[in-house]
């Protein structure tokens, strides 16, 4: 049985993730509108400037940040539901990877905790990968957000950002996809998974231009540089996703 701090941390970490998704967005849109009829309006201006030299990072990879990756609290909101990764294949980190998410759900909870935090042990089962969540490129036009949300290792999901990180040098880039997108979310009901993927096979191309022909009955497809291999099949255990 958890101990009733343990159970007020895990709540108020969890309370934390979903403010910061809901809330923290419009409020520093706000918060520099307001500060521009302040005293402080060369904070909004600094950072308008600042905005403008780094509006394209999103589609550029990204620019995460370990440390935050690493913060206790995501442990907390991983045993308030719990997630757990759990690994049924060997990913290599000579190629490439195009990897598909499901279910979206309300929040995308399960995919954050396991590929965006480091709480589940991500790099530790796939040692050589570096996961990238691919999310909708609207979100990076809020300001401060925008930064917060590229730390943890979110990048934008258009094709320009998923062809630059694809045709990086460095192989081992692993590209998460939430193929439902937003819709799925309107089918997330208890006890029920529905995918969709109708009209969505744009990841399909993807990682035919950017390897080989994804694995014959396999779940995921990969793009990969060099010969074909098996694919993953990780489970987000208590979340149900599953990439």
């Not at 309006?41 to 620019?63: A, E, K, N």
């Not at 929040?107 to 790099?123: A, D, I, P, R």
Request: charged share 15%; proline share 6%.
């Amino acid at each position: 049985m958890k101990i009733l701090q343990k159970q007020q941390l895990e709540v108020l970490s969890t309370y934390k993730y979903v403010s910061c998704f809901l809330f923290m967005g419009p409020f520093f849109s706000l918060l520099g509108v307001f500060l521009l009829f302040t005293s402080l309006w060369w904070l909004s201006v600094l950072y308008t400037v600042w905005l403008f030299l780094d509006w394209d990072t999103p589609c550029q990879g990204g620019r995460r940040s370990q440390w935050i990756r690493n913060w206790v609290l995501w442990k907390h909101m991983r045993d308030y539901f719990p997630i757990k990764l759990i690994k049924t294949a060997e990913l290599p980190s000579n190629r490439n990877y195009v990897l598909v998410t499901h279910p979206h759900g309300i929040l995308s909870v399960g995919v954050f905790c396991n590929f965006c935090t480091e709480v589940t042990g991500s790099s530790q089962q796939f040692p050589g990968l570096r996961f990238s969540l691919a999310i909708l490129n609207s979100l990076f036009y809020l300001p401060v957000y925008r930064d917060y949300i590229m730390s943890y290792g979110a990048c934008s999901v258009n094709r320009q950002s998923l062809d630059f990180i694809l045709s990086q040098p460095q192989l081992g880039q692993a590209v998460l996809i939430l193929v439902g997108g937003a819709h799925e979310a309107l089918h997330a009901v208890p006890g029920e998974h529905c995918l969709t993927l109708r009209n969505r096979k744009g990841f399909v191309r993807l990682a035919l231009r950017h390897g080989g022909p994804p694995h014959p009955g396999a779940p995921v497809p990969a793009a990969h540089r060099g010969a074909g291999g098996p694919l993953s099949h990780a489970v987000h255990e208590g979340s149900g996703a599953t990439v």
